[in-house]
């Protein structure tokens, strides 16, 4: 299912590039003509955003009709073709980038995504994606994490209390950070989680002595810590792990026991898959 706001988001996408008109396609193609066109995928990947391209089209043009051969999700590799676009000349020309950009950059997500999970695999830790999205753009991207395999950390700022190292700075220190966002959440009337960053040891015992949290973000320990801090934690807290870990190093994290492992990359530096509208 689309995440809400989306028709909203496609009606902006396509102000932007129509704007009061797609002229080079009014000016060269007849009104009355109709065609097809297909989806070819051009580079391995996995593919998102076959759904998204039905709701574009049938947003811009309902006599377009999109008859899908692959669905969101799916491993694709060069020479698949995921779709045929089906309808009037005109409307297939004018919705061809405004659909490519979406599938493009939402595959390229889901494929980075899958790397990540088939990386870990067998190990029982799940891959998190992170609020460093494109702005507008975070519930297509963090949709195309979860068509990868992945899973969803906090939305936004709204949804869960995370403690970074700013905030601990800032009010004092790790006891005054957690009882500060406790005293905050019973006078809100509140029922928040609370997860708190942690950068070495000494901080981890201080949450520990502290409690009160219900996850830890351990944040750029290298694997032989890490493996530590999870020890230490126990079944106390849930574990999360942070900062710099890339696709040739996540299993070694992975292996500690760490539950989760939240990666930015996967939305903040994932390449576009190579995607294709051809008239057929």
């Known amino acids: ?43 391995p990947g996995i593919l998102a955003g076959v759904e998204l391209a039905q709701a574009i089209a049938a947003r811009f043009d309902e006599r377009l009709s999109l008859r899908p051969y692959l669905i969101d999700g799916a491993a694709v590799t060069a020479g698949d073709i995921a779709f045929h676009l089906i309808g009037p000349k005109r409307s297939l020309l004018t919705v061809e980038r405004v659909l490519l950009n979406f599938m493009q950059r939402l595959s390229g997500i889901a494929t980075l995504t899958r790397q990540y999970v088939d990386a870990v695999a067998g ?43 700013n905030h601990v700075d800032f009010s004092g220190g790790i006891p005054q950070a957690i009882d500060a966002a406790h005293a905050y959440m019973q006078e809100s009337g509140l029922d928040l989680k609370i997860e708190i960053e942690v950068r070495d040891l000494a901080e981890l015992e201080l949450v ?73």
């Open 1 to 43: 299912m689309l995440p809400i706001g989306t028709e909203e988001l496609i009606d902006r996408a396509l102000a932007e590039d129509v704007g009061n008109g797609d002229h080079t396609t009014l000016s060269t193609i007849p009104e009355a003509e109709n065609g097809s066109a297909r989806l070819l995928v051009k580079q």
């Open 123 to 165: 190990t029982g830790c799940t891959i998190l994606d992170t609020r460093k999205t494109t702005p507008t753009l975070r519930a297509l991207e963090k949709w195309a994490v979860r068509i990868g395999g992945g899973a969803s950390h906090r939305h936004g700022l709204y949804d869960m209390i995370l403690i970074k190292d």
């Open 208 to 280: 520990l002595r502290h409690d009160k949290v219900h996850r830890v973000m351990l944040d750029n320990f290298a694997p032989i810590m890490l493996r530590k801090a999870v020890e230490l934690i126990g079944e106390r807290f849930e574990t999360e792990a942070s900062g710099g870990i890339t696709l040739a190093t996540v299993r070694s994290y992975a292996e500690t026991g760490v539950q989760f492992i939240s990666v930015g990359a996967l939305t903040h530096s994932a390449p576009s898959l190579d995607l294709s509208l051809k008239a057929s």
